[in-house]
């Protein structure tokens, strides 16, 4: 077992409501699409001419059967009946916080309308790709009250790392659940319901069958924590000679769940952190390391450099499982466009949170972390969401708005962010995702 030897500082996370201690996670991230529900041809971040031109106008209509069914709620023809996903508080969908309830507003104001467990002010990715394929919102593994199964289960938890943590939750704000436990609970899930069906047991159940295993979409949205929660003690430096550790640890966890029956494998890499609000206002930095559209160079570098390690080594574990559909999505290239080019896509602000205080270029405040009341320099602040979260790429300096969530989602169905190419437009009668 891969392990990583994290010592994180406390600055670098914001605090735990509820939990007494210090820390929190530092990973993850409604939309002014005008009613445009179509998928995109995929975006130029890097052209000239990507400023002026907008999402919306890369958003096509590539699927003319797609669209004769939008309307429907009913769940559609998919080859995949359920979705297992892994990750950290960029998929989050409550595990964390049924593990250590305590979450409280403005989180999920947007679409919920009171905190739903996630990391944003509506929906997430993951959220959109479920509507997008037909399937409900994906319950928690760990909430027990009022999960239902039959079409997957969510093993992400906020906070979590790829690699084995060495510290505790109520020190340093790490996640227990790594990656390795979101697996060993995913073997735990599938021992459980075939011991169900094999007792026969009558009446209803919130259990799927027990060949949804290979008729299944398996997700991967981590990695983010193992990257940015060492950055201040060691720097960049340091922390790129553990990040082949993580790669192969995605590849290994991707080889043990395709032992259980998986085929399908989405995984997404590293989103340009150094356009976070939260690294730029924490992290010392030159001048010279910001780019043209305020981002931090060196860190989005880095970002960069494991992403092809990511891509190197999904390639290789690609060979290893002949039968298996194993692709890598850029999400890294989907944000990117986001931060730098806001409002060619509906949005307004790209390195400001929507959800903190201090306002100025960043609104952000290590201090009064967002939904936090406290005192600084004797006076009682609160961290509050603006009112027009529809114009944000970042909802709290961290983790992406529901309006980004919902851009992005839409970019990655157009199918042009895979690699290798993989027809999931034909594989399903995508949804729209309002």
Known sequence: ??????????????????????????????????????????????????????????????????????????YSKCDFEAIFNFGDSNSDTGGFWAAFPAQSGPFGMTYFKRPAGRAS???????????????????PYLQSIGSDYRHGANYATLASTVLLPNTSLFVTGISPFSLAIQINQMKEFKVKVHEFHAARKQGSTPLPSPDVFGKSLYTFYIGQNDFTSNLAAIGIGGVKQYLPQVAAQIAGSIKELYALGGRAFLVLNLAPVGCYPALLVQLHHSTSDIDAFGCLISYNNAVVDYNNMLKKALS?????????????????????????????????????????????????????????????????????????????????GIHATEAANKLATIAILNGSYFDPPFPLHHLCDLQPIN
């Open 121 to 139: 002010d509506g929906r997430l990715m993951v959220d959109f790709l479920a509507q997008a394929l037909g399937l409900p919102f994906l319950s």
């Open 316 to 396: 290789q574990t690609r060979m290893a499982l002949p039968k298996a559909s194993l692709i890598y999505v850029d999400i890294h290239a989907i944000l990117l466009e986001l931060f730098q080019h806001p409002s060619s896509h509906g949005l307004k602000y790209g390195t400001k949170a929507c959800c903190g205080h201090g306002g100025g270029q960043y609104n952000f405040d290590p201090k009064a972390y967002c939904g936090n009341t406290r005192v600084i320099n004797g006076s009682t602040v609160t961290a509050s969401a603006c009112g027009d979260p529809y114009k944000y790429v970042s909802w709290d």
């Open 1 to 74: 077992m891969l392990e990583c030897q994290l010592s994180t500082p406390l600055e670098l996370f914001t605090p735990l409501r509820g939990i007494q201690g210090q820390g929190i996670y530092f990973n993850n991230y409604p939309l002014s699409l005008q009613g445009q529900e179509s998928y995109p041809k995929k975006m130029s971040p890097w052209s000239s001419k990507s400023s002026t031109v907008t999402l919306q106008q890369h958003f096509l209509v590539v699927w003319v059967v797609t669209v004769a069914m939008w309307g429907s709620e009913s």
